[in-house]
């Protein structure tokens, strides 16, 4: 079974809520979803999640990396992704940008999504106001708009390539954001970045998911980043996603003893255990 | 005691600096001695070709070599304005220039059509790379002949000889160009909603830019090197035929100022890839100024 990736095809880009409702279809791929304006009107419904996946899998060769892996995601909702490297939490980021075309099962994504990678991957020849607008049909003053959030407008005529590796990942998320993103993914953007300067973008990056309300998933390797950021927390690891744990909302479950807590059982998850010598510390496979 | 801690404090600022300075700047300058400013300057680079005219006119003065086989530098400079003034050069110029002009439009045009196809194609490259490949290897100066028979001896077989030349560098390297761009911007480009031709447009282009002039590079130096080629064979107008005719009248003060000629065309050639590339690859890091 091949999978499918569906666009769901929101008109404009009014708030959710004052969609028609229609029944959320396609999700087991019965209809041409697409090219239903009925189907099509209905897809921002308030409640329904954003994202659905149901039976992905996915296999390099004779290696299952994923197999039956189910998730919604809500809008509004920051989930973290924590897994080994090699679990398969880029593959799944991957198969929701739509550029992963060899898996099974069925991906329900919204047209309206945006990708932020590790490496900024802004385009060196075009000035970074430029950069913001690929894609988009947009002028300049929506570029400086977007850049003016991050707070990077002062650099909107310069060339890429002059940036710091956290100017270039301001204006990648400037970038993702433009497009007003329903789902907006996050592979690993801060694990180039200095310690500082990641703290000062997840600030940023806080501010901006509060203001937009896009759904996020955050693939990341650092369980308190994950802490920090997400309300919702998936472990990928034997290739499913074996824990989803829901951060409370209060600033307690984010700090203290709650957090070490939390720290530790995903620690284990991930088959790390930080009380080790270095010597017995292996990955669990 | 604070003039030396303020001249040490200079040297840091300095060396600092320097630091920040692209390589090639550094080894050639640092700006520490005058000696070295001396050799940073842009003046210094005349001072070889002007010691090579010296020790050229010293030979001729000591060795008293025939002008036959050696005439002076006064000598080929004398030569030199009477042939511009009285017209023979500039228009021998002028002929070859439009050949190698027309010539190399045709063999960019040809060679960077043929390059996207192949390069952006699978079709296009297993039918076109192989033929490519093949007619690469033949030497191009053995098709002259060839050509001359398919478009006599006019202007026609000439720029058509420099345009098979072009081809094929500029086909070898767009292609290579288009070829390694870096696969994680065409993803990225893919993500931001670019089609095909957006990709093509904002992304692969520009991407195969300073390959693509690499390519004419080498385009403009075979072009000339065909074009001379073919007009010492047949022609009876142009810088080649302007040799071959000095060899048969035994001049070769001549000879000499034809061939100083290209070599100047040689540097105006580079100039003006140089003045492409500044003003195209503005974005590259070692052009960029801040």
Known sequence: ?285 | MSAVSYDYEVVVGKAAEDSERPIAKRIAGGGLSVWRRIWSSRGTRFLGPLILLGVWQLAVSVGHASPLSLPSPSNVFTTGRHLVANGTLISALLVSLRRVGLGLALGVAIGGSLALLSSLSLVGERLIDPVMHMFRTMPVLALLPLFVVWFGIGEKAKVFIVGWAVVFPIYINLYAGVRSVDEKLVTAGKVLGLGRWGLIRHVILPGALPQFLTGLRLALGVSWLVLVAAEEINATSGLGYMITNAQNLSETNVMFVVLIVFSLLGLATDILVRLIERWTLSWRSSFVTK
């Open chain 1, 1 to 285: 079974m091949a999978l499918e990736l569906r666009d769901e095809v929101a008109t404009g880009s009014e708030p959710a809520v004052t969609q028609p409702s229609a029944p959320l279809r396609a999700l087991t791929g019965d209809t041409a979803y697409a090219g239903d304006p009925a189907g099509a009107a209905g897809s921002a419904r308030a409640g329904e999640p954003v994202v659905k996946i149901r039976g992905y899998g996915r296999r390099f060769g004779d290696r299952v990396v994923l197999e039956g892996v189910d998730l919604d995601l809500a809008d509004g909702e920051v989930a973290a992704l924590l897994g080994a490297s090699g679990s398969g939490k880029s593959t799944l980021l991957r198969a929701l940008c739509g550029i992963d075309h060899g898996a099974d099962g069925h991906v329900t994504v919204p047209k309206e999504r945006a990708v932020v990678f590790q490496d900024h991957r802004l385009l060196p020849w075009k000035k970074v106001w430029r950069n913001v607008l690929i894609g988009v049909k947009g002028s300049k003053a929506d570029a400086l708009a977007a850049l003016q959030e991050v707070g990077i407008a002062g650099r909107a005529d310069a060339w890429p390539g002059t940036l710091s590796g956290g100017e270039s990942q301001r204006v990648a998320l400037a970038r993702a954001f433009i497009r007003r993103p329903r789902l907006l993914l996050l592979d690993e953007p801060f694990g180039a970045l200095d310690a500082l300067t990641r703290l000062r973008m997840h600030g940023l990056l806080r501010e901006l998911c509060a203001r937009h309300n896009p759904a996020t998933l955050l693939v990341t390797h650092d369980v308190d980043e994950a802490i920090t950021l997400a309300d919702r927390i998936l472990v990928i690891s034997d290739g499913r996603i074996s824990l989803d744990h829901r951060v409370g909302d209060d600033a307690s479950a984010r700090s203290g003893t709650a957090a070490l807590a939390l720290r530790a059982r995903l620690l284990s998850e991930l088959g790390v255990n930080p009380n080790h010598r270095p010597h017995q510390n292996h990955e669990k496979r």
